[in-house]
């Protein structure tokens, strides 16, 4: 089990710049905005699923990496996003409204920095080709 403390130090230590990342696609912003859901759901008391917090890790790798197919990181946060929303249904319709919206700004765009609350890093740029989708 991850523990509140453990989240807040992922928190602190892991998150980004999601606009500078992938300003196109908002993949680091639903990745922002997972992050901040899974945070939510481990305040809330209740226990993210298992291997979670290493799939939100490895997916921030793979999106500053600039290595992967953006049909592949896709795929990944979508299989994140019904991991959280398994749990996130426990805590009512207005958390499960509140993360969809959040969701729907990541997706069109319209996310701010002030709509999750997550420390700011600088990001890793790396070259190399994309990688062809595997998902």
């Known amino acids: 089990m991850v ?3 453990e989240a807040k ?3 602190d230590r892991v998150w980004f710049r999601a606009e500078q990342l992938n300003r196109s696609n908002g993949l680091g912003w639903k990745l922002a905005v ?3 859901l899974a945070e939510k759901i481990l305040r ?8 979670v917090v290493d799939q939100l890790r490895l997916a921030k790798a793979k999106i500053v990496s600039g290595c992967y197919s953006h049909c592949e ?11 959280l929303f398994s749990v996130i249904v426990e805590l009512g319709s207005e958390e ?11 997706a069109s765009g319209e996310i701010t920095e002030g709509d999750i609350n997550h420390s700011i ?5 790396s070259d190399c080709t994309t990688n062809p989708c595997s998902c």
């Open 34 to 36: 997972l992050a901040f």
């Open 9 to 11: 130090h992922f928190s």
């Open 96 to 106: 499960v409204d509140r993360g969809l919206d959040l969701l729907s700004k990541a």
């Open 73 to 83: 990181l896709e795929c990944e946060l979508n299989q994140l996003e019904a991991k």
């Open 44 to 51: 809330n008391g209740h226990t993210l699923p298992r291997g």
């Open 121 to 125: 890093v600088q990001p890793i740029i």
């Open 3 to 5: 523990k509140v403390v």
